[in-house]
């Protein structure tokens, strides 16, 4: 069942308000294994799922190709609900074009300029996100936006509290744009090499952003936790990466007691991948057909991902999603 994901992030929205938090894993989709993996994971688990796709996804497959792989997901599984979701749009342009491919749901990073990597203005960035939020609410699609720069509090890249994000510009931000959902910057970052020191996150704010913003889905970008097992396969079999560090999933529940909607996941599933493809070749080396190792990357992604929805509490979920899809939203955004 395709929804938006405003029907999904709702549901989060509405355990937290009854003490019983849980948060939705949104998981980046590059090709047919990936979203395979995810919906194995998803239906065993019970699971309604965010499935996102990237600017550097949509130009990989094609966007014809990926969009046409989440479809055919969503119509194997018509038991999952599912959000067909933009990760960090740039631009009007390109949200435009999601939406007209079939996307429930996008995102506008107006945090930082169309090159995806200057940092923008306050005053930019509502505008970019405000002009997105009339566009996409218009036709049913939920619209997330950023605020604040990502980047972790210790590893260098950014300069610290400065790039936190501030939850009274947060209050400010909203009220002016009208997302559904913000993705706040809490001392995650993305990639594999996320802390040099201990992982740290700053969870005042997001109890801070939670208070003053009580009916916006808050969202945890960066989120992959890198885990050390899937390190040690990828390093036992040729790789290195030796120094690579990410969220403790310890942490990624705290932040989901003090608030936190949606996490975003997209280098555990590359790891768990990596991982697999390398132990397979080392010990398959004749082996030759991509249906072999990407099996084994499949099953890999499946187990990450399934594990994910149990501690994110996600499992279990599913029945308690509405049936909000872009005919019912667009009802609900026009009343
Ligand atoms: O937000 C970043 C995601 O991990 C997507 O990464 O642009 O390499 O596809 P990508
Ligand atoms: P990771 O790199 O931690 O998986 O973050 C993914 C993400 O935030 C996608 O928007
Ligand atoms: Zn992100």
């Given at each position: 069942m395709i929804?938006?994901?405003?029907?999904?992030?709702?549901?989060?929205?509405?355990?937290?308000?009854?003490?019983?938090?849980?948060?939705?894993?949104?998981?980046?989709?590059?090709?047919?294994?990936?979203?395979?993996g995810?919906?194995?994971?998803?239906?065993?688990?019970?699971?309604?799922?965010?499935?996102?796709?990237?600017?550097?996804?949509?130009?990989?497959?094609?966007?014809?190709?990926?969009?046409?792989?989440?479809?055919?997901?969503?119509?194997?599984?018509?038991?999952?609900?599912?959000?067909?979701?933009?990760?960090?749009?740039?631009?009007f342009?390109?949200?435009?074009?999601?939406?007209?491919?079939?996307?429930?749901?996008?995102?506008?990073?107006?945090s930082?300029?169309?090159?995806?990597?200057?940092p923008?203005?306050?005053?930019y960035?509502?505008?970019?996100?405000?002009?997105?939020?009339?566009?996409?609410?218009?036709l049913?699609?939920?619209?997330?936006?950023?605020?604040?720069t990502?980047?972790?509090?210790?590893?260098?890249?950014?300069?610290?509290?400065?790039?936190?994000?501030?939850p009274?510009?947060?209050?400010?931000?909203?009220?002016?744009?009208?997302?559904?959902?913000?993705?706040?910057?809490?001392?995650t970052?993305?990639?594999?090499?996320?802390?040099?020191?201990?992982?740290?996150?700053?969870?005042?704010?997001?109890?801070k952003?939670?208070?003053?913003?009580?009916d916006?889905?808050?969202?945890?970008?960066?989120?992959?936790?890198?885990?050390?097992?899937l390190?040690?396969?990828?390093?036992?079999?040729?790789?290195?990466?030796?120094?690579?560090?990410?969220?403790?999933?310890?942490?990624?529940q705290?932040?989901?007691?003090?608030?936190?909607?949606?996490?975003?996941v997209?280098?555990d599933?590359?790891?768990?991948?990596?991982?697999?493809?390398?132990?397979?070749?080392?010990?398959?080396?004749?082996?030759?057909?991509?249906?072999?190792?990407?099996?084994?990357?499949?099953?890999?992604?499946?187990?990450?991902?399934?594990?994910?929805?149990?501690?994110?509490?996600?499992?279990?979920?599913?029945?308690?999603?509405?049936?909000?899809?872009l005919?019912?939203?667009?009802?609900?955004?026009n009343s």
């Amino acid at each position: 069942m395709i929804v938006t994901s405003k029907a999904i992030l709702e549901t989060s929205l509405q355990a937290y308000k009854k003490g019983n938090p849980f948060a939705i894993g949104a998981f980046n989709v590059n090709n047919m294994e990936q979203m395979q993996g995810i919906m194995m994971a998803a239906k065993e688990t019970n699971s309604p799922v965010i499935v996102q796709v990237s600017r550097g996804a949509l130009k990989y497959a094609q966007d014809l190709y990926l969009v046409n792989i989440i479809k055919a997901g969503a119509e194997l599984n018509p038991e999952v609900p599912l959000a067909i979701h933009l990760d960090h749009g740039n631009s009007f342009e390109t949200v435009k074009r999601a939406i007209d491919l079939g996307f429930t749901s996008v995102m506008i990073d107006g945090s930082l300029m169309e090159d995806s990597k200057t940092p923008s203005t306050f005053e930019y960035n509502v505008k970019v996100t405000a002009e997105v939020v009339k566009y996409a609410h218009d036709l049913g699609v939920s619209v997330e936006g950023e605020l604040g720069t990502l980047g972790g509090i210790e590893d260098g890249v950014g300069s610290g509290q400065t790039h936190l994000t501030d939850p009274d510009q947060a209050v400010e931000f909203v009220e002016r744009t009208g997302v559904d959902a913000l993705a706040i910057s809490i001392g995650t970052s993305h990639g594999a090499y996320k802390f040099k020191n201990e992982p740290k996150l700053a969870f005042d704010i997001i109890e801070k952003i939670r208070k003053y913003l009580p009916d916006t889905y808050l969202v945890a970008h960066g989120s992959s936790s890198v885990p050390q097992e899937l390190l040690d396969i990828i390093n036992q079999y040729g790789g290195d990466m030796e120094t690579a560090k990410g969220v403790p999933l310890t942490a990624l529940q705290k932040a989901i007691v003090c608030g936190i909607n949606k996490i975003n996941v997209d280098t555990d599933i590359r790891l768990a991948a990596t991982g697999a493809i390398r132990q397979f070749f080392v010990e398959n080396p004749k082996a030759f057909d991509p249906r072999e190792y990407n099996t084994v990357a499949r099953k890999a992604i499946a187990a990450e991902v399934k594990k994910r929805m149990e501690v994110f509490g996600t499992a279990g979920h599913r029945d308690e999603v509405p049936n909000w899809g872009l005919a019912e939203m667009k009802k609900q955004y026009n009343s």
